[in-house]
């Protein structure tokens, strides 16, 4: 009996030092960088943490000139306080990762990425 007990222990530390979730919560809170993502399930949003701030994207299937594929991704901020520090390059760091994950997508900010993101694309007036 204490045999199977010491198993299923084991079994419980493995599953959860495996468990992807607290690997996107370590990441996050070591500001690292970690792409959660279920990318055989389009239904299902990824979780992307970056410098302490966790970003959540919706995927939207749709067609390209092969097959069905992700076309349209919008990404929020779970906590918009999170975001002190937060350059543009680091918003088009993240864009890269996802893109790199779903090439054929177009990706979307919602607010206030959105407004920042518009703003630094503005040419500057002289």
Do not use: C, H
């Not at 959660?36 to 919706?58: A, P, S, W």
């Amino acid at each position: 009996m204490v045999f199977l007990l010491i198993i299923y222990l084991l079994y419980r530390a493995f599953k959860y030092v495996v468990n992807p979730k607290r690997k996107l919560e370590l990441a996050s809170e070591q500001k690292k960088f970690y792409f959660l993502d279920d990318q055989e399930n389009v239904r299902k949003n990824f979780l992307v943490t970056y410098k302490g701030v966790l970003f959540q994207g919706e995927k939207y299937l749709g067609t390209t000139e092969r097959a069905f594929e992700v076309v349209s991704i919008f990404v929020w901020v779970e906590n918009a306080n999170l975001l002190k520090g937060i350059s543009y390059e680091d918003l088009k760091y993240v864009e890269t990762e996802i893109l790199e994950r779903y090439p054929n997508a177009s990706i979307d900010w919602k607010s206030p990425l959105k407004e920042f993101i518009n703003k630094k694309q503005e040419p500057e007036m002289e």
